[in-house]
T-cell receptor, first 110, second 112 residues
């Protein structure tokens, strides 16, 4: 079993839709949860960083962590064509050692 | 501008040649990392360094070498011993004690 599982997509949605992106993980020791956005042929950009369980909101983005289910989510409200990218989840149990998901490719159609 | 720079953006080499990828940051971060990204796989850690003159192997260090002589620089050498060197290489940095890592724009290496 992989430590982090992420549906590769692609996920296609109409402009304005609410997008839900998800990852599951296997090790309950993980406490730090990150979401990155990566445009084609570019480096990943840190979107959200959360510690332990709960929600965190930043503009149109909400990160949610459910440690009891080992499940993390990123919600994008009012999705825009510019949100079309690959979204990577990353988890860590301490500093320095990230485990990355394979990424979900999102296409927002105008 | 603060940030992480990687050069070159594209690199082409013949099999059997060593090649060095550059990574520089002016964020005053102590920690720096090298990852490799292949289609359908998550980012895999090659090497990381928490402090100048010290570095540790990641999950896939074989065929790679690094140095950390300056805080702002962490070059990666892909040696001829690396069996499948063609990939997208990403450098990242972060503050000591923080789990936030910030990435550079990447270098796409093609070896033929």
């Amino acid at each position: 079993q992989k430590e982090v599982e992420q549906d590769p997509g692609p996920l296609s949605v109409p402009e304005g839709a609410i997008v839900s992106l998800n990852c599951t993980y296997s090790n309950s020791a993980f406490q730090y949860f990150m979401w990155y956005r990566q445009y084609s042929r570019k480096g990943p950009e840190l979107l959200m960083y959360t510690y332990s369980s709960g929600n965190k909101e930043d503009g149109r983005f909400t990160a949610q962590v459910d440690k009891s289910s080992k499940y993390i989510s990123l919600f994008i409200r009012d999705s825009q064509p510019s949100d079309s990218a690959t979204y990577l989840c990353a988890i860590a149990s301490g500093t320095y050692k990230y485990i990355f998901g394979t990424g979900t490719r999102l296409k927002v159609l105008a | 501008d603060g940030g992480i720079t990687q050069s070159p953006k594209y690199l082409f080499r013949k099999e059997g040649q060593n090649v060095t990828l550059s990574c520089e940051q002016n964020l005053n971060h102590d920690a720096m990392y090298w990852y490799r990204q292949d289609p359908g796989q998550g980012l895999r850690l090659i090497y990381y360094s928490q402090i100048v003159n010290d570095f540790q192997k990641g999950d896939i260090a074989e065929g790679y070498s690094v140095s950390r002589e300056k805080k702002e620089s962490f070059p990666l050498t892909v040696t001829s011993a690396q069996k499948n060197p063609t990939a997208f290489y990403l450098c990242a940095s972060g503050s000591t004690g923080s789990n936030e890592q910030y990435f550079g724009p990447g270098t796409r290496l093609t070896v033929t």
